[in-house]
C-alpha cells in the first residue's frame, strides 16, 4: 500500500518559534489533511487541501498541497503550550472506492515555556 | 452533538479472551472505519464499511471481524486475544460527499495480557 514518510518524528520548541513538519509520499494523492491529536483523544481535523498548490491557513496554521501532488507541509507560527500533541499527515489516493486515508507515522510536537 | 462515540475506554483482556469494541456515530455517516494505533506507527486500517450491510478488510485485518447492521453502529470484534494486539483503536466516519475529513471517537485503549 502507499507509505507516507513524516518529518520530524518529534520536535523540542522553544515558546513562540515556528514549526514546520512535512510529508512525503511515493504515489500521487488527490487529498492531503493534517490532524492533530492530544494526549488520551481521537485526532480532529486541522486543515484539508484538495488541489495540488493550494496553500489554506488556519489561524496560526498554514498547510500546502505539493506541486507534484506527492508532498505537503505543515507551519505553525507563534506556537504557544497548547501546541503540544501529535501531528499528523493523511493522505487519499486517486482510486479507492472507500476514499480511504493513509496516515504519517506522526510529529509529536513538546513546546518549552 | 455526540459525534463518534467508542466504548469502552480502557480494557485488560487475557489471552485468549474475546471481546467486543463498540463504535456508534450520530452524524448519519456512510463510511466508518476502524484503525489501530501503536507508539510510532501512526494509524493502521483494520476494516472499513461504506454503508450498512457491507463491511471490506484494510491493511491489518487478521484477528478481528466486524459487521455493520445500521448505519450508525460499527463493532469490531476481538476472537481470541493476542499480546500482538495490544493497542490503541479508534473509530471513525466520514459521509459520502466530498468532506474528506474523518471523525474520529476518543479511543479504546487495549491491553492483552
Known amino acids: 500500500g502507499q507509505q507516507l514518510n513524516q518529518s520530524p518524528q518529534s520536535m523540542f520548541i522553544q515558546e513562540g518559534e515556528d514549526v514546520s513538519m512535512n510529508c512525503t509520499s511515493s504515489?500521487?494523492?488527490?487529498?492531503w489533511l493534517w490532524y492533530k491529536q492530544d494526549p488520551g483523544e481521537g485526532p480532529v481535523l486541522l486543515i484539508a487541501?484538495?488541489?495540488?498548490?493550494e496553500l489554506t491557513s488556519n489561524g496560526r496554521l498554514t498547510a500546502q498541497f505539493g506541486i507534484t501532488r506527492k508532498d505537503s507541509f505543515l507551519n505553525i507560527s507563534a506556537s504557544i503550550p497548547s501546541d503540544v500533541g501529535i501531528y499528523f499527515c493523511?493522505?487519499?489516493?486517486?482510486?479507492?472506492?472507500?476514499?480511504?486515508?493513509?496516515f504519517g507515522s506522526g510529529t509529536q510536537l513538546t513546546v518549552l515555556p | 452533538n455526540a459525534g463518534v462515540t467508542q466504548t469502552p475506554k480502557f480494557r485488560i483482556l487475557k489471552i485468549g479472551q474475546s471481546m467486543t469494541l463498540q463504535c456508534t456515530q450520530d452524524?448519519?455517516?456512510?463510511?466508518m472505519y476502524w484503525y489501530r494505533q501503536d507508539p510510532g506507527m501512526g494509524l493502521k486500517l483494520i476494516y472499513y464499511?461504506?454503508?450498512?450491510?457491507?463491511?471490506d478488510k484494510g491493511e491489518v485485518p487478521n484477528g478481528y471481524n466486524v459487521s455493520r447492521s445500521t448505519t450508525e453502529d460499527f463493532p469490531l470484534r476481538l476472537e481470541l486475544a493476542a499480546p500482538s494486539q495490544t493497542s490503541v483503536y479508534f473509530c471513525?466516519?466520514?459521509?459520502?460527499?466530498?468532506?474528506?475529513?474523518?471523525?474520529f471517537g476518543s479511543g479504546t485503549r487495549l491491553t492483552v495480557v
Open positions: 471513525a466516519s466520514r459521509s459520502g460527499h466530498l468532506n474528506y475529513g474523518y471523525t
Open positions: 504515489s500521487i494523492f488527490n487529498t
Open positions: 487541501l484538495y488541489k495540488a498548490g
Open positions: 493523511a493522505g487519499q489516493p486517486l482510486s479507492g472506492s472507500a476514499r480511504q486515508l493513509t
Open positions: 452524524m448519519n455517516h456512510n463510511y
Open positions: 464499511s461504506v454503508g450498512a450491510g457491507i463491511t
